[in-house]
């Protein structure tokens, strides 16, 4: 929508979206960043600071995706930056291993008990697809169940029923996947045992991992019904098939060992990304010791990354998950006091516009689902309003506010962000819900 006429106020953004589109595809190195979803043109941000992003005309916003989830401690956060200067004078990369790599293993492995042994790749999409090699070996099976809505990045076998992304452009997988690949993985409805019994029975002994966002961002937030994580957990072990918990989002988000600390269950192997390279590109696949040793140089699984465990990556992450750990009784429940104050405030000023809206939120990730019904799967996140979303989100960003672009897409929150921003947040919303309702 970059023929749009500029506002004066983002007259070089404007001119940077035009530039970008020459050398890009849509102008963008990631689709959900160009803004079709919600119309109107993507501010180009210069800087960030705490809880705001400064854009190339110098307008403020209160940011509330947060990098796609990584930024939970505000943007320029000294400490990390500190980290990532250190590190860089000794060099960027040395494709050889540093001391980093087990000090941030450490961290992890303490926050997540679940993990006996990880492998640090560069991005969420390498984990996943991994995690998943992994699972077939270990079980010599093909099949993979997984969630209609749960995006686990954008590997050809994941990219079935894979929500946000491809849900905002409405392309069921995407061109390019082979059938015989896509055929490997099932889609199942979210929150629903009994299709998930209904697939074992149908595919007996034939079924590898069952993966899962345990707390679903990607279509939107959507929390897993009580006993959901533990039945699934129940029938994987039941069937032999791995238990692949995909806590690229929620990892030290929903609280500091993720879903699997906040629902008290067990995993076979699970994905970290976004918070745990605090900002740089880093993921990890990890678990049961017996499945990773299936990795050369050990077993017969081949998976590798010239920069994997990055010493820069290393550090941010270093410096992101220590200042978690050391300040988690404080930051956790922050976060959650915060959240909840600006998504139920705001919420508020819906039901007093007589907009109808259902709020999903889980700690510091919620969504605004512009709809009346419950959301408890991808097929009822579906039935919301996403027009109505889209002038929403054009409203609050007029106003200063940064939504991400899309209502699949959950909001975040970080520890930078207080009072005197959840309030600007709910006094943008009370003028965004009447222009929502001017259609
Ligand atoms: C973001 C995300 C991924 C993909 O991570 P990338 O670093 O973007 O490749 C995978 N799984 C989940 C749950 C995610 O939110």
Redesign the pocket.
Known sequence: MSSNVPTPARIRSHALQERAERFFPGGVN?PVRAFRAVGGAPPFVERGEGAWLIDADGNRYIDYFGS??PMILGHAFAPVVEAIERAARNSASFGASTAAEADLAERIVACYPAIEKLRFV???????MSAIRLARAATGRKIVIKFEG?????ADG?LVKAG?GVATFGIPGSAGVPEEIARLTHALPYNDLAAVDAAFDAHEGKIAAVIL?PV???AGCIPPAPEYLAGLREITEREGALLIV?????GFRVALGGALELYGIDADLV?L??IVGGGL?V?VFGGKRRFMDLLAPLGPVYQAGTLSGNPLAMAAGIATLGYLQEHAAEIYPRLEATARAVAEGVAQEAAKAQVPLTLNRVGSMWTWFFQSGTVTNYEEAARSDTAAFGRFHRALLEQGIWLPPSQFEAAFLGNAHGDSEIRATIDAARVAFAAVKVT
Do not use: I, R
């Open positions: 990631s796609w989830g560069s991005s969420g999409t390498e984990a996943t749960c995006y686990h990045g954008h994941l946000s966002e679903v961002g990607n995909d806590e690229v989002m929620t994905t990304g976004k590109p993921g």
